[in-house]
């Protein structure tokens, strides 16, 4: 008998995935009927998941095996009392290296006043203008999962010294200074001239970044938030970046998405707005891991990148 897979993303996604998907289950031995129609919600084994699906109600998907996410953040279905099978996020090769991108890219504009020279075409010669050497520059990552270690290990690379912080310990890193919950948070701050966020939206996170630990960044330290935007308390940065103690933001995850046009981050001097487009799940890397879990469970063996629905990430 054929395993049933529903595909429960916008149309467009349908599009780009359905033959990436087909072969890379093809390739695996798997015998697959893919649809991005539920006509059968007991029939379907598997529900390959995008919040822009609108899926909500998993009770009628009495045969469902897993779901598998498209998206790294899970935040919209780890809570779903509705899903009672394990639920795996997405870790995608083509996700890890936009974000690597994105932070590396904000990171050396801040590190190199790129902006200034940007604003200031003014005919001035600001020769002293110098910015310091990467390796006398502190940046933190809060989140050394799948991106915050990338990113964590490219900023290292070019030279950063680099401060990776996560809930839990992890191995020694040669150029990753890291440290974790048991160090506490605010020696990590006091020393981020650039802090960038990499951590899930959990209850854990929520406004992680409140007016008290803004108030131990270095002054005039930049934040880069790719993560999500119930990280930031916005009314505490807004004061902060309004009283100069914060020089600036670039974020791209929000608690409201599209960021509504009257949102005052859309008019701040000293934040710039990306919408959400940090990293993309890659269609042709991501359809090789949703397969290659799909050929897992079937094989009675454990899914990668399963979601702890109790940490919500
Ligand atoms: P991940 O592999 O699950 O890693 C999460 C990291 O956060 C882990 O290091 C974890 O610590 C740490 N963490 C979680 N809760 C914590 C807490 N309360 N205190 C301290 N550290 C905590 O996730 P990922 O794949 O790296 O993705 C990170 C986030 O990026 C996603 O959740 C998503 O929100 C965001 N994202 C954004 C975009 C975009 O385009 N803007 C794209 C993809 C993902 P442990 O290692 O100790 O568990």
Known sequence: MPVRVLFSAPASDWTLYEPHLARACAARGLDVVLSPDADDPAAVDYVVY????????????TRLKAVLSLWAGVERIASNPTLRVPLARMVDAGLTEGMCDYVAGHVLRYHLGL???????????RGDAVPPLARERTVAVLGQGALGRAA????????????????TPKPPHPRIDGRSADDGLAATLAEAEILVLLLPATPATENLLDADRLARLPRRACIVNPGRGTLIDDAALLAALDAGEVAHATLDVFREEPLPPDHPYWHHPRVTVTPHIAAETRPSTASEVVAENIARVEAGRPLLHEVDRALGY
Do not use: C, M, N, Y
């Open 50 to 61: 995008s919040p822009k699906g609108g899926l909500e109600d998993f009770g009628a998907f």
């Open 115 to 125: 902006d200034d020279h940007l604003a200031r075409q003014d005919g001035v010669w």
């Open 152 to 167: 964590a290990e490219t900023l290292a690379a070019l030279g950063f010294r680099t401060i990776g912080w996560s809930r």
